[in-house]
């Protein structure tokens, strides 16, 4: 059998599961009903907003869009939800 290589975060992850430095999940049905209310509320549309941007910045948003297979305005919000809650890195 062929051997799949692990990049070095994978092998981190790997050695730190087979350590068993992660604990077993209790009550793992109201874990996963925890998470799933978590999000709900973050992806929950409850207001408009109305955006204005140049043609060529939305041709290029729809475009990456399309590349993802998802709608530009989810996006576009998920851009925004990933600034606002610190999780947009800039690549250098």
């Known amino acids: 059998m062929d051997q799949v290589k692990l990049d070095a975060e994978e092998t981190d992850l790997l050695n730190s599961y087979e350590s068993e430095e992660w604990p077993p999940v209790t ?31 939305l041709e290029a948003i729809q475009k990456k869009a399309l590349e993802e297979g ?14 606002v809650s610190g999780r947009l890195v800039e690549r250098s």
């Open 70 to 83: 998802i709608p530009y305005q989810t996006l576009i919000a998920s851009i925004l939800h990933k600034y």
């Open 27 to 57: 009550q793992l049905e109201a874990e996963k009903q925890r998470y799933r209310e978590y999000a709900r509320a973050t992806f929950k549309k409850d207001s408009r907003v109305n955006l204005r941007i140049s043609s060529k910045d």
